[in-house]
Structure formats: C-alpha cells, structure tokens
C-alpha cells in the first residue's frame, strides 16, 4: 500500500505527480562517483521508494557516471506508466571526480544519449539543463545556445519536456522564449531562502519548482530551534524540515535523497505530517534569521 498521499499532487510534464519525489544522486558511491558500497541496498531503495507510491525519480548520467541510471534501469525497468523519471545535462566528470561543465550543443547531445542508452529508454521525459555557476548557487550568463540544443532534442523526440537546474530568473524567462519549461531545480531549503520570490513567480505559471538540498544536502540543516520543535511534533528534524516544504507551495516537488530503505521511509513520512500556522511562522523565522 502507498505511504503517500494520492491526492496531494503537482503537475509535472503533463503528469499528476506525488510531490514527495525521490532524488537518486545518493546511489552512487562517495562523493557521487564510482559504485555503491552495497548494490542491492541501492536497488532495495529504489523499489521501496516506487512501491511506497513515489512516481517522480531525479537522476542523471553525471552522477556516478553512468551509475544511478544503471541501478535505476535495473531496479525498476520497465518502468510503471505513471513513474515520471527526471534527468539532467550540462556536466561531465573527469577521472578525479571534478565536475566540468559540458555547454557545447555536441556535450547537450551526448549527455542526452547517455542517459537515454543507461535508462533504456526511446525518449527522456524531462531533461533539465544544468548551468554550473557556483556549482550550487546560480551565475547570471546566457543559457540560449543550450537550451536550443535541447529544445533541437525535443524536435527530433528525444526529449519530450525541458527543464532548468541551478538558474537565475533572468535565465528561466531567456528559456522560456526559446521552449516552455516545466520545472525548476535550485538549492532550496529550510535556511536557503534565495528562491523565495521565484517559488511564487513559478506557481502562477504552473511551473514546478524542485529544491535540491531539501534537506542541506553535504551539509544537513542543523538549528536548535529545529530540533526543539520537531520534538514537540514527534518527528525528526529532517522531517519537519521536508513538511515545511510541501507547505511553503503547492508547487514544490520534494526529490530528497538517501541509499538507505530506513531514512527513505522517515522522509515519506514527512508527507504525512502537518504543521500548524504558528509552527509555520517559527520555522519560518530560522529560515529569515538564517538569511543574515
């Protein structure tokens, strides 16, 4: 039986998403790069996250490389109809694990055949094109010539929905007068609030906006305040930090990540759980203090 709420859903590339997803990065071996530690612990974790009712994966053939699409493939192909898989372009890894960037429309295409050949799959539902800028944060600089590759991709029915990963708002209108874009992937969180004006911009174009680092990704969220209030609810820190989310807007997709079948239940969990206005306004004060 499901662990998620059927009705609690977001429009993703013409799909009605659940919107506690599950982000695959952590599948790969430290540092994303190389094997897993424990291969059927990995494979475990990703039928337990679609059993669970999780029909929104984000992967890419980055992480590893190749890793994570090949224990998705394994683990889940072929696919359930409704598993919408989401995957990303714009880096490559070197054979230190450094990740370089790979912007040229030749990188765009061969990342996209990458994952296509990893998934065993004819076409890619969604494709985000992921500018490097700071790594994590954002760089203004124009993303024309890459998004038109894919938008290229699209024509020729490689790609069916196009997304952006790690962009400013200048970016994403530049993009939009190119393709329409379904989604958004930026570092957000509990006390990384840059987006905050964004979310909003997104949810009244029915665009979805996906936090990578829900949970402060190398760096976990730690805040007393946090600790004190997850607490008084009987839940994890992490959890009411994921809770936050799917309440701060009906847009946000959560894709929280972990290689293990035990933090993966906790984090569904989260779905479940409710917070009251005035829990909202104190985790919302970590989140401004946090600012300064």
Same mark, same amino acid.
């Not at 859903?9 to 982000?23: C, E, Q, S």
């Not at 291969?39 to 039928?47: E, N, Q, T």
């Not at 206005?277 to 004060?285: K, P, R």
């Given at each position: 039986?499901?662990?998620?709420?059927?009705?609690?859903?977001?429009?993703?590339?013409?799909?009605?998403?659940?919107?506690?997803?599950?982000?695959?990065?952590?599948?790969?071996?430290?540092?994303?790069?190389?094997?897993?530690?424990?291969?059927?612990? =990995?494979?475990?974790?990703? !039928?337990? =996250?679609?059993?669970?009712?999780?029909?929104?994966?984000?992967?890419?053939?980055?992480?590893?490389?190749?890793?994570?699409?090949?224990?998705?493939?394994?683990?889940?192909?072929?696919?359930?109809?409704?598993?919408?898989?989401?995957?990303?372009?714009?880096?490559?890894?070197?054979?230190?694990?450094?990740?370089?960037?790979?912007?040229?429309?030749?990188?765009?295409?061969?990342?996209?055949?990458?994952?296509?050949?990893? *998934?065993?799959?004819?076409?890619?539902?969604?494709?985000?094109?992921?500018?490097?800028?700071?790594?994590?944060?954002?760089?203004?600089?124009?993303?024309?010539?890459?998004?038109?590759?894919?938008?290229?991709?699209?024509?020729?029915?490689?790609?069916?929905?196009?997304?952006?990963?790690?962009?400013?708002?200048?970016?994403?209108?530049?993009?939009?007068?190119?393709?329409?874009?379904?989604?958004?992937?930026?570092?957000?969180?509990?006390?990384? !609030?840059?987006?905050?004006? +964004?979310?909003?911009? +997104?949810?009244?174009?029915?665009?979805?906006?996906?936090?990578?680092?829900? *949970?402060?990704?190398?760096?976990?969220?730690?805040?007393?305040?946090?600790?004190?209030?997850?607490?008084?609810?009987?839940?994890?820190?992490?959890?009411?930090?994921?809770?936050?989310?799917?309440?701060?807007?009906?847009?946000?997709? +959560?894709?929280?990540?972990?290689?293990?079948?035990?933090?993966?239940?906790?984090?569904?969990?989260?779905?479940?759980?409710? *917070?009251?206005?005035?829990?909202?306004?104190?985790?919302?004060?970590?989140?401004?203090?946090?600012?300064?």
């Amino acid at each position: 039986m499901s662990n998620l709420s059927t009705t609690d859903t977001f429009p993703l590339a013409g799909h009605p998403v659940r919107r506690m997803g599950y982000g695959a990065m952590q599948l790969a071996g430290p540092g994303v790069f190389g094997p897993p530690k424990d291969r059927g612990a =990995a494979l475990a974790v990703l !039928r337990e =996250a679609v059993a669970s009712g999780v029909n929104h994966i984000d992967t890419s053939d980055f992480y590893g490389p190749h890793i994570t699409n090949q224990l998705i493939r394994e683990a889940l192909h072929p696919y359930p109809g409704d598993l919408v898989i989401v995957t990303k372009v714009g880096a490559v890894r070197g054979s230190d694990g450094a990740w370089l960037p790979a912007f040229e429309p030749a990188d765009i295409e061969r990342g996209v055949h990458d994952n296509l050949r990893n *998934l065993g799959l004819d076409a890619l539902e969604v494709v985000n094109m992921r500018a490097m800028g700071d790594i994590h944060a954002p760089a203004e600089g124009s993303i024309e010539k890459q998004v038109t590759a894919l938008a290229e991709l699209q024509q020729r029915g490689l790609v069916r929905h196009i997304g952006l990963s790690n962009v400013t708002a200048t970016q994403i209108e530049e993009a939009r007068r190119i393709a329409e874009i379904v989604c958004v992937q930026n570092h957000y969180n509990l006390v990384h !609030r840059h987006d905050d004006a +964004l979310i909003g911009q +997104l949810a009244e174009a029915g665009i979805a906006y996906v936090p990578f680092f829900p *949970l402060g990704g190398f760096t976990p969220i730690q805040s007393s305040a946090l600790s004190e209030i997850a607490q008084t609810l009987g839940a994890t820190p992490m959890q009411v930090a994921l809770a936050w989310l799917l309440q701060r807007s009906p847009n946000i997709l +959560l894709i929280p990540g972990t290689s293990s079948v035990g933090h993966l239940r906790e984090n569904l969990q989260a779905s479940q759980l409710k *917070l009251s206005a005035q829990v909202c306004a104190e985790l919302d004060a970590i989140g401004g203090a946090a600012q300064f």
